[in-house]
């Protein structure tokens, strides 16, 4: 009897616990939650123009500056709203972005693609990266939920991107479509991922074939030492601009992953789990993170494909603590995110919305 007993407690104590896990877990997702509705509602109410259908760069535009915000920011929006769409799929948050963005939409020869500013209002360059970003969105939001609109933007994208290729300096992207002086990992870790996606959708061997020709060529001139990626090369110089930033650790820490899914070659895991290491110790200094949001959105993209293959916490670990702690010190009196003063960002909040959602989707 006294034996029943105690495996009764035991049994009751287990349940207990089991019990108490489970509610950290629901309670870490809604507290990601509420955060993610914090920032929309502070999006809608502080960068949106909904006369226009367009955003603001930043809460407080000033008389010197333009109107609406630069493509780039909506690069991060964009992908924030993917993410928020896995969360919450039966709301759609991608619509009114994409609105915004067809408005950047310039169709010059040699093929369309979408200028660094609202075209409506001037002519401005084109950046491969900044297409790049809206197609790797895309591309998610395709693999999703199937919706053909989105894979054809992402292939829209892809023939863009392929007019800044050349053999110069042995091959690789350009940055900048009207000045190409320099090829930049920026531009050539998303070429990648978006190569390597479109042939897991097409199966289309000149995808894989691209994917592979850039990979190689940004391991062989742009890879540092420990495994981190320097920022660009320049034409014709060929001088290395050795600047190393979170978001082209985290396209190239990707890009492994799913070399890694496509082919089974355990090279790639390898390499994906070097550049993570050298990322978290070169990155992660004072139980902090550098201070640009998006880039560090960027290579937790990469983080969470490593983690859904080996399984791996420490890949995530420091996200959560680096994404509390910006909530905790980085966040003003009405809920924008930024370090210092009134003057809040877009892409910061976006950056964030990405970060909390893809945390939420983890639980």
Same mark, same amino acid.
């Given at each position: 009897?006294?034996?029943?007993? $105690?495996?009764?407690?035991?049994?009751?104590?287990?349940?207990?616990?089991?019990?108490?896990?489970?509610?950290?877990?629901?309670?870490?997702?809604?507290?990601?939650?509420?955060? $993610?509705?914090?920032?929309?509602?502070?999006?809608?109410?502080?960068?949106?123009?909904?006369?226009?259908?367009?955003?603001?760069?930043?809460?407080?535009?000033?008389?010197?500056?333009?109107?609406?915000?630069?493509? #780039?920011?909506?690069? @991060?929006?964009?992908?924030?709203?993917?993410?928020?769409?896995?969360?919450? !799929? =039966?709301?759609?948050?991608?619509? !009114?972005?994409?609105?915004? %963005?067809?408005?950047?939409?310039?169709?010059? !020869?040699?093929?369309?693609?979408?200028?660094?500013?609202?075209?409506?209002?001037? &002519?401005?360059?084109?950046? +491969?990266?900044?297409?790049? #970003? %809206?197609?790797?969105?895309?591309?998610?939001?395709?693999?999703?939920?199937?919706?053909?609109?989105?894979?054809?933007?992402?292939?829209?994208?892809?023939?863009?991107?392929?007019?800044?290729?050349?053999?110069?300096?042995?091959?690789?992207?350009? #940055?900048?479509?009207?000045?190409?002086?320099?090829?930049?990992?920026?531009?050539?870790?998303?070429?990648?991922?978006?190569?390597?996606?479109?042939?897991?959708?097409?199966?289309?061997?000149?995808?894989?074939?691209? =994917?592979?020709?850039?990979?190689? /060529?940004?391991?062989?001139?742009?890879?540092?030492?420990?495994?981190?990626? +320097?920022?660009?090369?320049?034409?014709?110089?060929?001088?290395?601009?050795?600047?190393?930033?979170?978001?082209?650790?985290?396209?190239?820490?990707?890009?492994?992953?799913?070399?890694?899914? %496509?082919?089974?070659?355990? &090279?790639?895991?390898?390499?994906?789990?070097? $550049?993570?290491?050298?990322?978290?110790?070169?990155?992660?200094?004072?139980?902090?993170?550098?201070?640009?949001? #998006?880039?560090?959105?960027?290579?937790?993209?990469?983080?969470?494909?490593?983690?859904?293959?080996? &399984?791996?916490?420490?890949?995530?670990?420091?996200?959560?603590?680096? @994404?509390?702690?910006? /909530?905790?010190?980085?966040?003003?009196?009405?809920?924008?995110?930024?370090?210092?003063?009134?003057?809040?960002?877009?892409?910061?909040?976006?950056?964030?919305?990405?970060?909390?959602?893809?945390?939420?989707?983890?639980?």
């Amino acid at each position: 009897m006294l034996i029943r007993m $105690i495996n009764i407690k035991i049994f009751f104590i287990s349940c207990l616990a089991i019990h108490a896990v489970n509610f950290v877990k629901a309670q870490s997702k809604a507290t990601y939650e509420e955060r $993610i509705e914090t920032l929309n509602k502070n999006v809608d109410q502080y960068f949106y123009d909904t006369a226009n259908s367009l955003y603001y760069e930043t809460n407080q535009v000033r008389s010197n500056e333009k109107k609406h915000s630069y493509l #780039w920011p909506l690069c @991060a929006l964009i992908q924030a709203a993917n993410e928020e769409e896995v969360l919450f !799929p =039966a709301k759609d948050f991608m619509t !009114p972005v994409m609105k915004a %963005i067809h408005q950047y939409y310039s169709d010059i !020869p040699p093929v369309p693609g979408y200028q660094a500013y609202v075209t409506k209002e001037e &002519k401005d360059s084109r950046f +491969y990266d900044d297409n790049q #970003w %809206i197609a790797i969105a895309c591309l998610d939001a395709y693999n999703r939920n199937h919706d053909q609109k989105y894979l054809d933007i992402a292939k829209m994208i892809y023939r863009f991107m392929m007019t800044g290729y050349d053999t110069l300096s042995g091959g690789g992207l350009y #940055w900048r479509e009207d000045q190409k002086t320099s090829k930049n990992t920026c531009s050539n870790g998303p070429g990648i991922i978006i190569a390597l996606q479109l042939y897991k959708i097409t199966h289309h061997q000149n995808y894989l074939d691209t =994917a592979l020709a850039l990979y190689s /060529w940004v391991n062989k001139h742009l890879q540092a030492p420990r495994g981190l990626y +320097y920022d660009n090369i320049r034409i014709l110089s060929l001088k290395i601009d050795s600047a190393i930033y979170t978001y082209n650790t985290g396209t190239m820490l990707q890009s492994n992953v799913l070399l890694f899914e %496509i082919t089974n070659d355990k &090279k790639y895991l390898d390499e994906a789990e070097r $550049i993570a290491s050298a990322a978290k110790q070169h990155f992660y200094k004072n139980l902090k993170l550098p201070g640009n949001y #998006w880039f560090n959105a960027v290579l937790l993209r990469g983080e969470i494909a490593l983690y859904h293959v080996d &399984k791996n916490k420490d890949h995530i670990q420091f996200f959560i603590d680096d @994404a509390n702690r910006v /909530w905790k010190e980085e966040r003003d009196e009405e809920g924008l995110i930024g370090k210092k003063g009134k003057r809040k960002s877009l892409i910061d909040q976006a950056a964030m919305i990405e970060i909390y959602s893809r945390l939420a989707a983890l639980n």
